[in-house]
């Protein structure tokens, strides 16, 4: 097979060019970063649980009429995706106070929030990614009117999507965050959701016991990360044909 052409490398992943113009190719790495990659470590098979869950819920989406990236899977790393432009920030939807919201606001964790909150950050690692108003994104041109109008739209209906999808396997969606690309059919843009939606990406916590099943076992040390990412997969049947843990040796009678 031809060397694929890198375009872009990320901490989780990395973007090849495509087969055909106007498509890439996602790749998607067992890293594990949190704090702004002051914390790393390898996850033998996240990138694996990541790519197979992620095409999961983009199907899912354009079930729905919920316009992504996601062409189809190529891999148990790699999927292919349309090329957008990607909008300069991270859209953040909360259902329940955690993380920064609840130490930012003095809000327990876990507390219901009255309604859906949307938060935007300013992509940029060298800053630590962070939280701006609507007027600092209409002042500084990174998304329009329009487009924050069909941003919003976009980031309720995948949280609705993705509250019922968990609710269903007895998990509570508390926060997540998307991110958007353009995509332009000749004068015509619109906006896609893009990057990806893992577990890396959104808090996932048991309804029953409140065990989180997100990157935040990570952050916080919390037990095993790929079992926690492997339970949700379970959960929806999204499991690799192949393990992505070695098998334990069982003991025969
Ligand atoms: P918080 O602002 O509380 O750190 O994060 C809110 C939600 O957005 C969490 O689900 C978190 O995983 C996600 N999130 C925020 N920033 C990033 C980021 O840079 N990368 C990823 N993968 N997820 C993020």
Redesign the pocket.
Known sequence: MARRNKIYEGK?KILYEGPEPGTIVQYFKDDATAFNAEKKDVIDGKGVLNNMLSEYFMKGLTQIGVPNHFIKRLNMREQLCKSCEIVPL?I?V?NYA????STRLGIDEGTQLPRPIVEY?YKDDSLG?PLVSEEHIAAFGWASQQDMEDILSLALRVNDFMSGVMFAVGIKLV???IEVGRVYDGDFQRLIVADEISP????LWDMETGRKL??DVFRRDLGSLSDAYTEVANRLGVMPKTSTTPTKPTLVN
């Not at 955690?98 to 919201?101: E, H, I, L, P």
């Not at 890396?200 to 808090?203: G, L, Q, W």
Request: charged share 45%; proline share 0%; aromatic share 6%.
């Open positions: 989780a991270e953040i909360r955690a993380g920064t919201m950050c990614d926060d997540f965050k890396d990406s959104c808090r997100d990157k």
